[in-house]
């Protein structure tokens, strides 16, 4: 069996050798993560209860709305630009590096300042907010990962960050044995992303690449910005969409409630490492496709597009029927009313890896804007009916909110702008099942 599976791996053209390497690593990384999160995680769910648990999961949501000032929209942008030429590398990841490190002190003044306002005397909610702000910093590192993902070796990024998650994993257990207050296990959070950042910057030195070399230039910086701003509202809006449900829910009913949603985010949210792999080890090859090929281009969109859709019908459909003995096997009693919040979340992942990979085609063609737009009308969307469900359904309701989202921003929108109407047409082959008919079709053909 090792032989013919051999066999076929060598019969494969180089570049999609390449391909499926880099997603096999990464996809080693994220079940890792996953098996390692999954244990842990819900340790430490279990130990904090869903009060102080929902308090912790409050704090990071709240660093996470205002996450995309660290981000600045800058990893597709990057990528693509060092996947095209990778002469400039000194010069683009100083420029990224420096414009990220500002973004991220940025982020901690104005998450402070926001607790503030929404939560003037919480003095254990300011201290959660702003250690979880200080992780935001560390983000800056972000672009030797964007170097590793342009050259499709993600591989290196995968021994850092595995390393970090090991790590501190290790110190939950420690302090879950040690009877540890929740302020430790916030630190805990911020330590992973500091671990994190200098594993990424030995292995790129390691390597033989110098980031001393890195040097900012001004007019790189101006050329990254005018780029990016798009994807900074957009990443806004997204994070609106993704955490202003458990925002909202904290301000609305009560941590308590919070701790109990956020069991549910945390499984439902458990597999969107596969989408996210695929599309970070296809997206270089999707740009140079669009320059050699049109026709292989969207041809290799729709895979793509397919699937997105069957990956996700794979999760959702058993997760909808067992969700009930998923909630009580990983979290126990005290979590129990998280079971109806993910049976309805699990299917916002169908639309959220629709959205991933429509992501490579609106950065090919240019069509940033069109995104941040829809994602804005999606976070409208959601807030509006987490407004109108949280107060009756709580937890429930913002799950629906979050579904309905999802499902406009990433899917319906693309029906009502001329340019985005193929891909809409391709998103729906691929959700009836039709675009993985044409791919076998067309492969009986050829054999």
């Known amino acids: 069996m090792f032989d013919k599976l051999k066999a076929i791996y060598q019969k494969l053209s180089p570049g999609f050798r390449q391909v499926l390497s880099n997603t096999a690593w990464l996809f080693g990384e994220k079940i890792l993560q996953m098996a390692l999160g999954l244990l842990v995680g819900v340790w430490v769910a279990r130990y904090l209860s869903p009060q102080n648990f929902g308090l912790l999961n409050y704090a990071t949501a709240l660093v996470g709305l205002l996450s995309p000032v660290a981000t600045l929209g800058l990893s597709s942008i990057v990528v693509r630009d060092l996947a095209r030429d990778s002469s400039h ?33 919480d003095k254990l909610t300011h201290w959660l907010v702003a250690i979880a702000a200080t992780g935001t910093i560390f983000t800056s590192f972000d672009v030797i990962d964007f170097w590793f993902q342009s050259q499709v070796q993600s591989k290196f990024t995968v021994w850092s960050t595995n390393t970090a998650y090991i ?4 110190v939950k257990i420690t302090l879950i044995q040690m009877r540890a ?12 992303k500091a671990v994190a950042a200098v594993a990424l910057l030995i292995t790129y030195n390691l390597k033989g690449y110098k980031s001393r070399a890195w040097r900012f230039s001004w007019v790189r910086a101006k050329e ?8 900074i509202i957009s990443g806004f809006v997204i994070m609106i969409y993704m955490r202003i449900d458990l925002v909202m829910l904290g301000q609305m009913r009560n941590s308590a409630e919070v701790g109990v949603y956020s069991a549910a985010v ?24 669009k320059d ?7 041809e290799r969109l729709q895979q793509l597009f397919n699937f997105m859709a069957w990956i996700s019908y794979a999760v959702a459909i058993p997760m909808t029927f067992f969700s009930n003995q998923i909630v009580w096997l990983l979290y ?9 919040s993910l049976a309805v979340l699990v299917w916002a992942g169908l639309f959220v890896s629709l959205g991933l990979a429509r992501g490579p085609w609106l950065i090919t063609e240019g069509l940033m804007k069109y995104s941040a737009g829809t994602a804005a009308v999606g976070a409208v969307i959601n807030m509006i009916f987490n407004f109108l469900l949280i107060p009756k359904y709580g937890g429930l309701g913002a799950a629906i909110a979050t579904v309905i989202a999802q499902m406009f ?12 109407r193929p891909i809409f047409i391709q998103q729906t082959r691929a959700l009836l099942g039709l675009g993985l008919i044409d791919f076998i079709q067309r492969k009986l053909k050829k054999d």
Do not use: C, H
């Open 89 to 121: 590398r000194e010069e683009i990841l100083g420029t990224a590096f420096v414009l990220k490190l500002l973004g991220g002190l940025a982020t901690f003044a104005a998450t402070f300042a926001l607790v503030m306002v929404l939560n003037p005397q």
């Open 167 to 170: 790590l501190i994993n290790v």
């Open 181 to 192: 207050s929740l302020v430790a296990f916030s630190w805990a959070l911020t330590a992973e």
């Open 224 to 231: 990254l910005l005018s780029q990016s701003w798009p994807l």
């Open 266 to 289: 945390k499984v439902a949210e458990l597999w969107y490492f596969i989408p996210g792999s695929v599309v970070q080890s296809v997206f270089p090859k999707v740009v140079k496709a």
């Open 292 to 298: 050699n090929d049109e026709k292989i281009y969207y």
């Open 332 to 340: 126990g009693p005290k979590y129990a009313d998280a079971a109806p």
């Open 409 to 420: 921003a990433s899917y319906g929108a693309n029906l009502f702008y001329p340019k985005t």
